[in-house]
């Protein structure tokens, strides 16, 4: 399955214990991880309906510390960390000078600094290209950068916050009353009311030593296994984008459904990419779309307004939820006529919808 | 661990073909194809009385991974196919040797299933890739 001959693959701190649970494993940006445990519907369900455990500890943690912490992310991230309180957490992106999208990511504030997580396939870059401006130390900014190797384990579901408190407490945590989007911290393990699922759930980032007892706990008491290929499947449901099909770096915020994460108010906040953005012609929007005729929506499937091309199909896939394909489509703003998507040389009917397709467990969208 | 019942033969692209009683032959994709694509989400099936030839496209099969294009193992008319697949398209997964088959043909030249792979053969591909 590995594209990657030369390269090392790596393993989390839970691999042994996918491949007893029966995990078929795929390469994942480098990683060997699980992408299902025998059915990716079956495990997507679980999360809808009940709750789910995912590691995602391929996710790239990197911590930003020292007196000009705030600043420098202030330059680089295009959300704005003076907004953000103590154990809040932010979704935001990383833009180059042409305001296209280096990655996008969460940053916790922490009682001295900041979090990042960011994606595992662009680890190598995002860390070259935040230690490059952290060593230039431009505007007099004194920052460390450091990776940090910790595991990253999501639980997912409308059962999930009911049954953590007692487990995490179990390992001597005491998980205090989290809303949504913020986080606490109690040694060297983070707890986040945070998730890519559209359900409520938390997000722990501990050391990799206590992971594994902490899924045995969770699996222990009726929480799931569940793969990375449903954790594909609820966040597009969701309407969360994945970096690499619904953006990159030849794609603004504004093209990838994301202008709520460029904060403009200050001023005189020069954050990378800011000029481009404030003076760019948005002639491409990405939106929601759904097929009700049998078939998959997939990555770089042609899309006509008419008969003219007007794009193409971003995040595609099978949404068990609703029964039916949904996918996110960039697509030219002027265009004209129903939507259609071609497949395997036929035409066949797109609806644009609202996004999310699918919020705690049922239908979402709304017809446009 | 994936299943290769001897009975039948199999193609290089993943299909199996079964020759029945009647000189009927039963065409589905094989326990390893099924592992491969994950689960099965839609499946498109030739039309009966359609004429198809051997190694030519004869359907779709839609997982939650890929598309993939079904041949026919070998050439003639369909004369049946699995409408179970229309509303349980998993039935592909749960069952690929039995109640996940795909069509049946009245085969043109039965002597076309003898250039096959043999089961033991076509584990050993699968077992390679």
Known sequence: MSDRPNAEVRQTALYSRHLALGARIVDFSGWDMPVHYGSQIDEHHQVRRHWGVFDVSHMTVVDIEGRSATDFLRMLLCNDVANLARSRAQYTAMLNPDGGIVDDLIVYRRDDGYRLIVNAGTRDKDLAWLQAYADEGAHGHVVDVSERPLAILAVQGPDSLAKMPELLSAMGLTPSTLRPFTMAEQGEVMMARTGYTGEQGLEIILPQDQALPLWDALVEAGCAPVGLGARDTLRLEAGMNLYGQDMDETITPAEANMSFVVNLKDEHREFIGRKVLETQTVDREMIGVIMTDKGVLRAHQVVQAGNRVVGEICSGAYSPSLEHSIGFARVSKEREGALKVQIRNREIPLKQVHLPFVRNGRQAYSEI | ?129
């Open chain 2, 1 to 129: 661990m994936a299943e290769y019942p001897q009975e039948i033969k199999y193609v290089d692209t993943h299909e199996w073909a079964r020759l029945e009683e009647d000189g009927t032959v039963t065409v589905g994709i094989s326990d390893h194809a099924q592992e491969e694509l994950g689960d099965v989400v839609y499946v498109e099936l030739p039309e009966i009385d359609a004429e198809v030839n051997a190694k030519e496209e004869a359907g779709v099969v839609e997982s939650v991974k890929a598309a993939s294009d079904i041949y026919a193992p070998v050439s003639g008319t369909v004369i049946a196919v699995n409408n179970v697949l229309e509303d349980a398209p998993e039935t592909v997964n749960d069952s690929p040797y039995d109640d996940g088959w795909f069509f049946k043909l009245s085969p043109n030249d039965v002597s076309e299933l003898d250039a096959l792979l043999p089961a033991d053969d076509y584990r050993e591909q699968c077992e390679s890739d």
